[in-house]
């Protein structure tokens, strides 16, 4: 019998890739895909039901729960209270859940758990004094992961970048924007500076990183089980811009700061991933302009 899995947060920008990834893993059936918002092929849960959560659980036979329900950095800056509840109090109802019937769980992390801080090359082991509530709410995540009890992973992604699915109001969507905006309207008003250097990852490498951390035997996870920093690749909005004209010469692209910048700047510019490449042989495969000729491979098809 393979995994029995449940996908929390399912319509987002990662669950509309990794529903897909996992039924091709795991076989068609295997996937009980679920969000707060109706779609078809999609199982309304909200994950601040524990109760229905549970339900759902025990009644499925659920061997595995990917969790990724939550409030962005951009969208939980604006509702603090809301992005505590659901990135907190839901991850608390999904380790609940996966206790009492025995599931492993997948919950990702992210950069936001660095704050000011940290080096802007993030080591793996560092003070983690995130600014934004979601990168506290991420740093529970992370210790949950050490202390539930329950067998549970976590990543720190980077900015991801994908053309399936819209980004979900984090601080770095401008680097998915920025294609839509290039390929309609020739031009884009960036919310961060030129000069904003961020870790970012294109989907594939997410996901494949997603699937090689579940295979992994839990003995051999260290200390970094609930977290591993994974790099793709680090750039500028500017050296983005410049990828980008690579394919079409006469984009533009403006400058006009908003409070995202804040955010921005209180992330390292880079990480390094040491400890998943030694732990479990993590290693990306796209670089920038990889990157960015898949995504426009991706959206011109
Ligand atoms: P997203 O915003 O695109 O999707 C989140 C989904 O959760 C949405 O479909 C939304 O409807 C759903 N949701 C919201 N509240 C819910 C609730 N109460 N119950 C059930 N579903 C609810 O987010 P994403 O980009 O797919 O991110 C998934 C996970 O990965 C999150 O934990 C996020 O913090 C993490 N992450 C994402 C990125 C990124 O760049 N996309 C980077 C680092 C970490
Ligand atoms: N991409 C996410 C955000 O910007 C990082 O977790 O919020």
């Known amino acids: 019998m393979g995994p029995r899995i449940l996908v929390t947060g399912a319509l987002g920008q990662i669950g ?7 039924e091709e893993k795991h076989g068609q059936g295997s996937v009980i895909a679920t969000d707060v918002r109706d779609a078809p092929g999609c199982r309304i849960l909200d994950v601040m039901d524990a109760d229905g959560m549970l339900a759902l659980v025990s009644e499925e036979k659920v061997t595995e729960i990917y969790h990724l329900a939550a409030l962005l950095s951009a969208t939980g800056e604006r509702n603090p209270e809301l992005c505590w509840k659901i990135n907190v109090e839901g991850l608390e109802n999904v380790i609940s859940a996966a ?85 309609s309207e020739g031009h884009y008003t960036c919310f ?35 977290g591993y920093n994974i790099a793709g690749c680090s750039f500028t909005a500017g050296e983005l811009v410049d990828s980008i004209q690579r394919h079409l010469p006469e984009f533009t692209c403006t400058y006009e700061p908003d409070i995202r910048q804040k955010y921005a700047d209180s992330w390292p510019n880079d990480i390094e991933d040491d400890v998943a490449r030694a732990e479990w042989g993590w290693a990306p495969e796209f670089d920038l302009d990889g990157m960015v000729d898949a995504m426009f491979a991706g959206l011109q098809a």
């Not at 509309?16 to 996992?22: C, Q, S």
């Not at 594939?204 to 990183?209: N, S």
């Not at 295979?215 to 609930?226: F, H, K, Q, V, Y």
Request: net charge negative; aromatic share 6%; glycine share 10%.
């Open 16 to 22: 509309t890739e990794l529903v897909g990834a996992l």
């Open 99 to 183: 206790r009492a019937n025995g599931c492993r769980v997948f919950a990702p992390s992210s950069i936001a758990v660095f704050g000011p801080d940290c080096p802007s090359i993030a080591p793996q082991v560092t003070p983690l004094n995130p600014t934004t509530v979601y990168g506290k709410t991420k740093v529970v995540c992370e210790q949950l992961a050490m202390t539930s009890g329950v067998d549970m992973r976590g990543l720190r992604y980077p900015g991801l970048i994908s053309y399936k699915a819209p980004a979900g109001g984090g601080t770095t969507d401008y680097a998915v924007e920025i294609f839509h905006a290039a390929l």
């Open 192 to 226: 961060v500076r030129e000069d904003t250097r961020l870790p970012m990852m294109y989907m594939d490498d997410a996901i494949r990183a997603t699937l090689e951390l579940m295979e992994i035997s839990s003995d051999t996870l260290g200390g970094a089980r609930g």
